[in-house]
Structures are given as structure tokens and as C-alpha cells.
């Protein structure tokens, strides 16, 4: 062999030496037997056919793990096998980075790691959920570690998690410092133009051309199945870089100029006065499913009576959701914003990426332009999915969150507040605006998994028959009875609301079916992308049954009580049947996060409201000493569990008592100083703040 050609080749990278020669792989050459010696110029001499091998192998045990079953891994290799050498490809091409390094092995260790590690996630995940990880996930961690002491995730899970990790980064650790070292020429023009060539220019080309033959998707109409059909590897990768929203081919002023033209030509205008506007109360039921949609499944008697009842007297129909088993926040976009999550990335929660700095026209900002008050009311975390910030960017004026309520009930399994609260506290907004008709979303929890495999309800008033399983039987009888008390919130609610002498609309959706591996051919309709929605009203709406996508929910809503408001509830209401609907809303919804905004007129139509956490307010009217002298009493009103008592500007601990009273330490506290009690979130997110009080130590 050459000089010349060893220096050209790039798959000859790692090449065999000469007796002589004194490039080893450890610094050390006296250390090295002969055999490993041997072992190590062989790998090196076929290091690329080594990493083709373990690219196939790497591919193989992460669909085994994400699949949970050798043979639905194997089903995959038989049925998808180019898609198969595709993700293949994809590992191969991030192995190539470890010519770039001496310490091959270390790099080639930490890459194979990486791949693992996210198989391992993403199997996880879905013995959870039915959504697979994707990128956007990373940026739920906070959400996730609000979770603890879930049934999704507890804190000695966690502390396995962090063990398992700090022994591997040890591991690690002495790896590189104990392990081999490539001690052969490294081309340091050669070598990286190679590998940039393969993962800049090679995967960029393979891609598109595995696309085009339709061995993988470029687009994941269902998320769940895209990763079943074209893998973990590149559908993950998928959601690392296709995010946000693709420039559509014709978006410029004149399309957009175009569009406002139609819908301009078509649209009514709202004529209702200020006191003939109802309320309109939009609820997100929590994976919600009317268990007669279920095939096998059977009840000893009906758990919801209540939804049944509305949805033979009210309109009603499917909804076409765009997640199922989890990603509550995304259905909960679309009916909002009136947008499709078809047009983002790969498993992208815009509340998490967009939304995150940029504002974004809704229901609310359009309800607000003709006199609305718009509120948002969720018996769990105001953080969570990122709400307090998205409700703001959305243009909502107020959201109350579970840490502005006084939550005394929870579900059988501890982990959510149950939705017996929410009824007060949705008729507390139509109350603090007395003169102005009101917009209200509400969120459920309820109803929410995770569904114990073991029973945790005594007696349950609701059995199911009709599932074999044991475990899965126990989680379906959790599920019903939940559903059942959901179901007396819609009574309880739509009683309350009956009462009052205000004309209310009240618009109820199930965000996604519940995470229990339903298929489409367990459903009635025929697709697990499908829940349904009902109505109620005090004011004699005509019933007009219709299936819609959630994104044209409250378009179909407010166009029906003659409100006529906005760019996208407008668009639905007057292209829904046209031609081009697709391309047109895909324009819009791309003018408006990502473009130049020429629907706007390059203004800023719709800015990002200042959002006031909760109704009522948190007031601290008296602190004095406990009897015994030990602690300081402090009385007020409005205060909950996430009450927590600041001194000159400094949290200490907090004991709450009641709504009226909480207690402090006397130790944190002397005369003079002044007292503030905040409502604290995640991350300790001040949401509110009472009044400032003067202690004076009597």
C-alpha cells in the first residue's frame, strides 16, 4: 500500500502499520499484549465496515425498545427495511465524527450512547403515552419535574435517574482518561472535509431523495404512526430540525393581499349589541372519550348521563384532534388560535417554541376588539405547558390557575385536583365583569391519566366488562368512574349557568383519547384522532350537528351567534368549502407567527395582553403572636396552598391553616418588618401578590 493512497482514501482512515511502525492505540506500547494488538489494528484497518455494523445493530435494539417487542423490531427491519437502512444511515453519518479525534473509541462510545439513551426515552415514554419523544419534549422537563410524586413520575424514580446517570458520566470519566488512543496520522484537512461532505452534503441528499421515493415522510400526519413507519432515529432527528413552519411556496404580499380579499368579500359583520352578546364558555374535558365510542367496552350502567343528555338536546359532533394519548396543549392551540398544528414541525408544541416570544392572534384577542373579557380558569399548574406565558401572547386578561384556588379535593390515585372547583371559580369571571360579556376557557384534570393498574377505588359505583386483561380492566374502571365526575361537573355547571339572567353559549371538547393503546379499529368512528364535542345554551340556538377539525371549533361557534371577528375565525367562516382552504390558511398562519404580517398591514394588531393571575384578591388584614409565642398568625383572604409569606422581600417557610389563616415562625420575623404573602408557581413564579402589611410585633 502507498503512501499516496493511504493519504486519499478516506475509508482507509484507519490503517494498518507496519511492524515497525510505532502508531498504537495507547501511548503505552509496552502495556498492549499481542492479542489486543491485533484486535485493535483489525478494527482500525475495517473501522468504517465496523461502524456499519453497528449503526444496523444500534437501530435494531432502539426499535426493539421503542416497539417493546422483538418482533414488532423485526416487523419493521421486514416490512420498512429501506426505511430501516435509512435510520441506519443516519447513525453511521454521526459516527463519522470520531475521525476528527484521537480518542476514537471515547467519541464512538459517547455517539452510540447518545442513540441509546434516546431509544431508551422514547420507549419510556410510550409505556406512557401514546405520543413518541420527540425534540420539543426536552422542552417540557420543567413541566415533567412539576410532575413528582405522579403516577407518572415519582421522586425515587427520579433519584434512580440521576444515580443511573452519574455512573455512567463516571464511567465516562475514567473511560476517557483509561481508555485507547488513536496514535496514527490524522489528515486534518482530509478527514473533516469528509466527514462535513457526509453530514452536510451526503444526509441532506439521501434525505430528500428517500422522501421523493417515499421511503420515509416529510410530514407525520399521525405522529405515532410516522415513528412506527419510518422509524425512531430519523423521526426524531426529524423533530430536531423541522420546527416552526415552513415558508409556503407562493407566501408573499400579493397571495396574502389575495386571501384578505376573498374573506373580505364574504364576511358578515358583527351586528350585536353590547347586551345582546353572550357568554361564551369554551371547556377542555380532559381525555375525555364517551365510553360507548369504544367497541369492546361495556359499563354495568351510563357514567355520563349529563354529556349524552346535551348531546341529543345541543349541537354536536366530532372533533378531529391533532394528538391522541397526550399533547393536551396542542388541541388546546388549535381550538384557540383557530391554526392547524399540520403546517409545524415534528411533534412541536408552538406554546413551547413561537409563542414563546411572539404574539399570537386567538379567540380571546378577537373577543377583546368587541368587548369581551376574556378569562382562563385550569384546577392544575399556571405553568405548566408554558399557559401563563401563551395565555398572555394569546391576549386573554386573566387566568386562574390551581395556585390562586383553594383546592381541598383530589382524584382516587392523589395526583390531580378533581373539577368540582372549577364550577365557582368559572361563574367567579362572568361575576368580576358585571358589565361586559364574557369569554371563559376552562381546563379539566380530572379525567387525566396516568390510569392505575391495580384497583384504587373501593366499591367503584361504575364496572366495565368486556376487557380481559386484569390490569387493563382496573385502569378502565378508574377511567369511567373519573369520567362520571367530569360528568357532574357538566351538571353542575350548565345548573349554575341556567340560573343566571345572562344569554351563555358553553362549548365542551375532549382534547384526546386517554392513553390506553386504543387502535382505530377499537373505535366507532374509525380514528383515534377523533373525540367529540357538545353544546349548551339558555337562549334557544338552533341544533345543527357538524364534524369539524379543532381548529375550526370556535369559528363554527361564534359564527353562529352572528360574531363575525378576526383573521383566521373569519377565514374559516368564509373559505371552509372553498378550493384552495388548505394553502390559504397555511399562508395565513404563516403571515402571522413567522412572516412579514401584510394581513396586519405590518401593524401589530393583536399585542400581548397584561394578564392578571386570578379573580380575587390576596389580602393580608393582621398579624399577630401564637399564644405559646412560637409562631405569627397571619390573617387575610384569598389565600391557598402556594400562599407563601415573604419578609422585607425574603420567603419563609409557610404553614397554611385555611383560606383566612396562615403561620409563620416568630424566629423569621420581628417588629417593623413588612409583610407580603405571594402566590407562588413553578420555579417560584410570583402569579400575585397581596397587599403589603406592617408588623409590629404586638
Known amino acids: 500500500m502507498s503512501?499516496?493512497?493511504?493519504?486519499?482514501?478516506?475509508?482507509?482512515?484507519?490503517?494498518?502499520?507496519?511492524?515497525?511502525?510505532?502508531?498504537?492505540?495507547n501511548s503505552n506500547v509496552k502495556t498492549i499484549s499481542p492479542e489486543r494488538q491485533k484486535r485493535i489494528d483489525f478494527l482500525n484497518k475495517y473501522s468504517l465496515l465496523f461502524h456499519v455494523l453497528l449503526s444496523c445493530g444500534l437501530v435494531f435494539v432502539i426499535e426493539w425498545i421503542s416497539r417493546r417487542s422483538l418482533i414488532s423490531a423485526c416487523g419493521f427491519v421486514g416490512g420498512h427495511t429501506l426505511a430501516y437502512f435509512y435510520n441506519a444511515f443516519l447513525?453511521?453519518?454521526?459516527?463519522?465524527?470520531?475521525?476528527?479525534?484521537?480518542?476514537?473509541?471515547?467519541?464512538?462510545?459517547?455517539?452510540?450512547?447518545?442513540?441509546?439513551?434516546?431509544?431508551?426515552?422514547?420507549?419510556?415514554?410510550?409505556?406512557?403515552?401514546?405520543?413518541?419523544?420527540?425534540?420539543?419534549?426536552?422542552?417540557?422537563?420543567?413541566?415533567?419535574?412539576?410532575m413528582t410524586n405522579t403516577h407518572y413520575f415519582t421522586i425515587t424514580q427520579a433519584i434512580l435517574v440521576v444515580i443511573g446517570l452519574g455512573l455512567f458520566i463516571l464511567f465516562l470519566a475514567l473511560f476517557f482518561i483509561m481508555g485507547p488512543k488513536y496514535q496514527g496520522k490524522i489528515h486534518y484537512i482530509i478527514a473533516p472535509i469528509c466527514v462535513l461532505l457526509i453530514l452536510f452534503a451526503g444526509v441532506p441528499t439521501i434525505t430528500t431523495a428517500a422522501q421523493k421515493s417515499h421511503v420515509v415522510a416529510s410530514y407525520f400526519a399521525n405522529i405515532a404512526q410516522g415513528y412506527e413507519n419510518y422509524g425512531f432515529v430519523y423521526s426524531f432527528s426529524s423533530s430536531v430540525i423541522d420546527r416552526g413552519m415552513?415558508?409556503?411556496?407562493?407566501?408573499?404580499q400579493e397571495t396574502i393581499d389575495s386571501i384578505e380579499a376573498k374573506v373580505n368579500s364574504q364576511k358578515q359583520t358583527t351586528t350585536l349589541a353590547d347586551n345582546e352578546k353572550p357568554n361564551v364558555i369554551c371547556i377542555l374535558l380532559e381525555s375525555f372519550c364517551d365510553p360507548e365510542e369504544i367497541k369492546f367496552l361495556h359499563t354495568n350502567k351510563d357514567p355520563i348521563p349529563t354529556f349524552h343528555k346535551l348531546e341529543k338536546e345541543y349541537t354536536t359532533g366530532y372533533l378531529t384532534v391533532p394528538v391522541v394519548g397526550a399533547g393536551t396543549a396542542n388541541t388546546e392551540f388549535e381550538v384557540l388560535s383557530g391554526m392547524s398544528l399540520k403546517y409545524f414541525g415534528t411533534g412541536e408544541y408552538p406554546y413551547k417554541t413561537i409563542l414563546k416570544d411572539t404574539d399570537c392572534e386567538s379567540v380571546a384577542s378577537d373577543l377583546t376588539k368587541i368587548g369581551y373579557s376574556t378569562h382562563a380558569v385550569h384546577n392544575n399548574g399556571g405553568n405548566f405547558y408554558s399557559r401563563v406565558n401563551?395565555?398572555?401572547?394569546?391576549?386573554?386578561?386573566?387566568?386562574?390557575?390551581?395556585?390562586?384556588?383553594?383546592?381541598?379535593?383530589?382524584?382516587?390515585?392523589?395526583?390531580?385536583?378533581?373539577?368540582?372547583?372549577?364550577?365557582?371559580e368559572t361563574i367567579k369571571t362572568l361575576d368580576s365583569t358585571p358589565n361586559q360579556p364574557d369569554f371563559t376557557y376552562t381546563i379539566t384534570v380530572s379525567s387525566h391519566g396516568d390510569y392505575p393498574r391495580e384497583p384504587v377505588i373501593a366499591n367503584p359505583e361504575f364496572k366495565v366488562s368486556g376487557v380481559s386483561d386484569e390490569a387493563k380492566a382496573n385502569q378502565y374502571t378508574y377511567y369511567v368512574n373519573q369520567l362520571h365526575q367530569v360528568d357532574n361537573f357538566i351538571a353542575d355547571l350548565t345548573s349554575a349557568l341556567s340560573k343566571r339572567n345572562e344569554k351563555t353559549i358553553v362549548v365542551m371538547f375532549g382534547d384526546h383519547l386517554p392513553t390506553m393503546g386504543l387502535q382505530n379499529s377499537d373505535m366507532k368512528s374509525g380514528d383515534i384522532y377523533k373525540t367529540k364535542y357538545i353544546t349548551w345554551n339558555n337562549f334557544g340556538l338552533t341544533k345543527q350537528d357538524a364534524d369539524l377539525k379543532a381548529y375550526q371549533l370556535l369559528s363554527d361557534t361564534t359564527n353562529k351567534l352572528g360574531i363575525h371577528e378576526g383573521t383566521i375565525l373569519n377565514y374559516h367562516q368564509t373559505q371552509m368549502n372553498s378550493d384552495n382552504y388548505e394553502n390559504g390558511l397555511e399562508n395565513l398562519q404563516y403571515d402571522l407567527l413567522y412572516g412579514k404580517r401584510f394581513s396586519y398591514k405590518g401593524k401589530d394588531l393583536y399585542p400581548a395582553a397584561n394578564l392578571v393571575m386570578g379573580i380575587d384578591d390576596v389580602t393580608v388584614k393582621n398579624a399577630k403572636q401564637s399564644i405559646d409565642g412560637s409562631q405569627i398568625i397571619i390573617e387575610g383572604s384569598n389565600f391557598t396552598k402556594w400562599s407563601r409569606v415573604y419578609v422585607n422581600g425574603s420567603k419563609v417557610d409557610t404553614d397554611f391553616s385555611s383560606d383566612k389563616l396562615l403561620t409563620i415562625s416568630s424566629k423569621d420575623i420581628k417588629p417593623g418588618d413588612k409583610i407580603v404573602v405571594n402566590q407562588l408557581g413553578s420555579s417560584n413564579t410570583i402569579f400575585r401578590s397581596s397587599n403589603e402589611y406592617k408588623y409590629s410585633g404586638k
Open 246 to 252: 415552513k415558508k409556503p411556496h407562493n407566501y408573499n
Open 91 to 146: 447513525v453511521f453519518a454521526s459516527l463519522t465524527l470520531v475521525y476528527l479525534f484521537r480518542r476514537r473509541a471515547f467519541f464512538r462510545l459517547i455517539i452510540s450512547s447518545v442513540w441509546f439513551l434516546l431509544g431508551v426515552t422514547n420507549g419510556v415514554i410510550l409505556s406512557n403515552r401514546v405520543t413518541p419523544f420527540a425534540f420539543t419534549d426536552f422542552k417540557m422537563v420543567s413541566d415533567l419535574l412539576a
Open 3 to 25: 503512501i499516496k493512497f493511504r493519504k486519499f482514501n478516506f475509508p482507509k482512515l484507519n490503517f494498518p502499520r507496519k511492524k515497525d511502525d510505532a502508531h498504537t492505540e
Open 390 to 424: 401563551a395565555f398572555t401572547q394569546m391576549g386573554f386578561n386573566s387566568f386562574t390557575s390551581k395556585e390562586l384556588m383553594n383546592i381541598q379535593s383530589y382524584t382516587p390515585n392523589g395526583s390531580w385536583a378533581t373539577d368540582d372547583i372549577l364550577v365557582n
